[in-house]
């Protein structure tokens, strides 16, 4: 390839969940293109339990906020968000939701996804990636919330002939332990933990039960003594919940698929999100834990999601007490308009 690249159609769908435009260009100097107008805006709703909307959690539209497996998660009081914002090049931001002021946290030319905040909502830890999911150089950083600080290493480079990539990170309630899962390809999944004073040598807490099968998502119990965890080893995404830090026996939780787990605030009701059949909804089971073992009841679904959610994105937040969820979706508007340009080739000067 020579040259300058040369414009030649504006304003083009974008899919962030697959990195893909929305076009065609012929041989004979025709091109096809979808507008974007009608994807490119995401909102933060916030719903009841019913699934009712409730109002806005930012007052702002987020033309380019992340796909959906970049996360997003609620400081411990419930006040402050930590999100990630752009496409292809993502970087993290602090939304107050009480002031409505926003902080970005990293500046660098990575990938800065996944935050997660330390249990006095004083620091975040996140995720860098130097290439896409599979490529080498993921790394494991912290920084101070407010914007400030310093960047931390937290997890570097393995030197392995295998590209490793770790993600998910978040520290354990008593910040002895700093959680994150690692995989080296589309399979083979596992939750690692390393302790963040004396030795600091990572360990293995939990693994698929087959080779097939990959960990998908995590999330520590508010008291950190247990970890729900999603995994594809039957075939299907489901559900499970092990001791932490030592995984001995696990409970399934979820009956027919489920992703995305998280807690409220008490450890005593966790929610996920169930994408089986027709209708996607989120589901929710009250834990009981009783010394090493533990007990789940009222099983139920909460509301189903009648919102179309942005980029597919399967992730959400809920507020400390469990009554209000933070959903990303894309507003209904009128289908996208498809352009057809004859002789686009004629815009190349040539």
Do not use: C
């Not at 030795?199 to 087959?210: I, M, N």
């Not at 834990?287 to 009222?298: H, M, P, W, Y």
Request: charged letters at 20%.
């Amino acid at each position: 390839m020579s040259g300058d690249p040369v414009p030649i159609a504006d304003h083009v769908q974008f899919d962030p969940s697959v990195w893909r435009t929305t076009f065609s260009a012929s041989d004979d100097g025709t091109l096809i293109t979808v507008s974007g107008e009608s994807t490119a805006n995401t909102e933060l709703v916030w719903v009841d339990r019913t699934g009712k909307d409730v109002g806005y959690a930012i007052k702002e539209r987020f033309v380019d906020l992340g796909g959906p497996l970049a996360g997003m998660r609620l400081s411990p009081d419930g006040k402050r968000l930590a999100i990630t914002v752009g496409q292809p090049k993502a970087d993290i931001f602090v939304y107050d939701l009480v002031q409505g002021t926003k902080t970005r946290i990293t500046f660098n030319p990575a990938q800065n996804i996944e935050p997660s905040w330390s249990p006095d909502g004083q620091r975040l830890v996140f995720s860098e990636l130097a290439g896409s999911r599979i490529s080498a150089g993921s790394t494991i950083h912290s920084r101070p919330a407010n914007g400030g600080g310093q960047d931390e290493v937290l997890v570097g480079p393995e030197n392995n002939t295998v590209p490793v990539t770790v993600g998910w990170p978040q520290w354990s309630s008593d910040g002895k332990y700093l959680v994150y899962n690692k995989a080296s390809g589309p399979s083979g999944g596992s939750i690692w933990a390393v302790q963040t004073s004396g030795e600091k040598k990572a360990f293995l807490v939990v693994q698929p039960q087959s080779q097939q099968g990959t960990i998908q998502f995590s999330r520590l119990s508010p008291d950190s003594k247990w970890l729900a965890y999603t995994s594809t080893e039957s075939g299907r995404e489901e559900l499970y919940i092990t001791p932490f830090p030592r995984a001995s026996g696990r409970w399934q939780i979820s009956q027919n698929g489920g992703t995305a787990p998280a807690w409220r605030a008490d450890g005593k009701e966790l929610y996920f999100y169930e994408f089986s059949g027709s209708q996607s909804q989120i589901n929710a089971v009250e834990v009981i834990a009783k010394g090493e073992q533990l007990e789940t009841r009222n099983y139920r679904k909460l509301f189903p999601l009648n919102h179309v959610l942005a980029g597919g994105n399967a992730n959400f937040e809920v507020s400390p007490d469990g009554r209000r969820f933070l959903i990303p979706v894309q507003p209904e508007v009128a289908a996208a308009p498809i352009t057809l340009t004859l002789n686009w080739t004629g815009k190349l000067g040539k």
